[in-house]
C-alpha cells in the first residue's frame, strides 16, 4: 500500500488544477506526475479485468480517449427531495471512464459503463410511502372512494434514481476538494401498484442536476453550505490504482421540479397530492444529497493488462 506514488513513478491519473495543490498529502502523487497520461489503444472486447482491477469490468477501455476507469459506490447517506427523505440502504454504483481532462478547467469527459449502467437503477424504500396522501374532494365518488382505497392498500413506494444525461467529473476540483467534482442529471422514480411506473420528479428536459463536492457547497444567499468528507486516499500498482475509502459529496444548491405521471390515467388529480406530500417543486437549500462511500480510480491500461493476468 502506498499513501503517494513511488519517486518517479508516472502516474496514469489526470492531473489538479495548474497553480494548486491538493489538500492532502496522499494526492502528492498527481501533481509530481507531470504530463505523463497515456491513452489507451481502442482494442477489441476480451476478457474481463481480474485482480484488484476486477470492479472495472464495465469501464469503456475501447474508447481511446478513457485513460482511466471509475467505480464510485455509495452505500450510505440519503438524499431528500423537500418534506420527504430517502436513506441509501443498498449500494448505488456509478461507473464508467475518463479522458485526460481540460488543462485550465480540469474537467473530464465522463464515458458512460459498457453495458448501459453508468449510474445503476436501485431501488430504495421511501419511509412513510403514500402514508397521509387524501384524495382531494375535486374528484368525485365513486372515483375518490376507490383511489383512497388504492393509496391506503398500497402504501409501501420505492423511489429509484435514473440517469437523463452525461455525467459530469472534475478530477482536479475532486483531487483539491473544492467545486463541483461530479454532476448527475436524474429523475427519480417513484413506485407501487396505485403509482403506476411512469411516476416521475425530473426529466430529461428538466432534470434533477445534483452537484456534488467532497468540499463545502456554494448555495445561495439565504441557505447555509454544507460540506463532505474527502475520506482517505491510497495507491496501488506502482499508482496505477488509486482508492479512496469513506468519501462522502454532497449538495443542497439543487432543485426538483413537480412531480409528472402519477397514478396513470388519473395524474391530473394524484400529481398535485404526490407534489404536496412531497413539497414539491423545491428551491436550492430544500433539497439535500449526501453520499458515502468508496471510489476506485484505475489506469485503463493496467485494466486491459488485467484481462490477459499481466
Known amino acids: 500500500m502506498l499513501s503517494s506514488s513511488p519517486s518517479g513513478a508516472a502516474s496514469s491519473f489526470p492531473e489538479p488544477r495548474p497553480g494548486r495543490r491538493p489538500r492532502r498529502a496522499a494526492l502528492g502523487a498527481l501533481a509530481l506526475a507531470g504530463a505523463s497520461v497515456l491513452a489507451v489503444a481502442a482494442a477489441p472486447a476480451s476478457a474481463a479485468p481480474t485482480g484488484q482491477y476486477a470492479d472495472f469490468d464495465q469501464c469503456p477501455t475501447g474508447n481511446a480517449n478513457v485513460v482511466t476507469c471509475i467505480v464510485s459506490d455509495t452505500t450510505s447517506g440519503n438524499i431528500r427531495l423537500g418534506n420527504q427523505d430517502v436513506p441509501i440502504t443498498k449500494r448505488i454504483r456509478l461507473q464508467g471512464g475518463i479522458d485526460s481532462g481540460n488543462e485550465i478547467t480540469g474537467e473530464n469527459v465522463f464515458y458512460g459503463a459498457k453495458n448501459g449502467q453508468t449510474l445503476e437503477r436501485t431501488a430504495l424504500d421511501v419511509p412513510g410511502g403514500l402514508l397521509g396522501i387524501t384524495i382531494p374532494p375535486i374528484v368525485p365518488q365513486p372515483v375518490r372512494g376507490y383511489l383512497q382505497k ?49 411516476c416521475y420528479v425530473g426529466s430529461a428536459a428538466a432534470p434533477i442536476t445534483i452537484r456534488l ?89 493496467r485494466v486491459v493488462d488485467s484481462e490477459s493476468g499481466s
Do not use: H
Open 213 to 301: 463536492t467532497n468540499g463545502t457547497t456554494a448555495p445561495p444567499a439565504g441557505v447555509a453550505p454544507i460540506s463532505g468528507t474527502y475520506g482517505t486516499v491510497d495507491f496501488f500498482d506502482d499508482a496505477n490504482l488509486l482508492v479512496n475509502t469513506g468519501v462522502t459529496l454532497v449538495d443542497n444548491t439543487f432543485t426538483a421540479p413537480k412531480a409528472k405521471g402519477c397514478g396513470g390515467a388519473f395524474a391530473w388529480a394524484i400529481d398535485p397530492v404526490v407534489d404536496a406530500k412531497i413539497g414539491l417543486p423545491t428551491t436550492p437549500g430544500q433539497s439535500v444529497a449526501r453520499f458515502t462511500g468508496d471510489a476506485k480510480l484505475g489506469s485503463a491500461s
Open 150 to 198: 388504492a393509496i391506503d392498500t398500497g402504501n409501501g413506494v420505492k423511489a429509484t434514481a435514473e440517469l437523463v444525461g452525461p455525467v459530469g467529473f472534475n478530477f482536479a476540483n475532486y483531487a483539491n476538494a473544492e467545486g463541483v467534482g461530479v454532476t448527475l442529471p436524474i429523475r427519480v422514480k417513484l413506485e407501487n401498484t396505485f403509482l403506476g411506473s411512469n
